[in-house]
């Protein structure tokens, strides 16, 4: 396998993790389902942020500012490689 295609597995099963443990943090920390703390994690990664859900806690507050930042790092890293 060339080293693109290892980088790009390694990039999905990272977000995967990410967004896993996302979701599991924000349903307890929020007390959201786990449908809606999935939909919550996806949104604050893409930046969308469609305004029907925010964080009301302080931990939540700052899981999503850290999911916006490694989101956002994330895609600049891509774009410079």
């Known amino acids: ?23 599991v943090v924000f349903a307890s920390v929020e007390n959201l389902s786990y449908v809606d703390a999935f939909y919550f994690s996806i949104v604050t990664v893409a930046t969308v942020g469609y305004g029907d859900i925010h964080p009301t806690t302080t931990l939540g507050k700052i899981l999503a500012i850290a999911l916006i930042v490694a989101g956002v790092g994330r895609f600049l890293r891509s774009s410079l490689e």
Do not use: S
Request: hydrophobic share 55%; with cysteine.
């Open 1 to 23: 396998m060339d080293n693109g295609g290892f980088r790009l597995r390694l990039y999905v099963c990272l977000l995967f993790l990410i967004m896993g443990l996302a979701t």
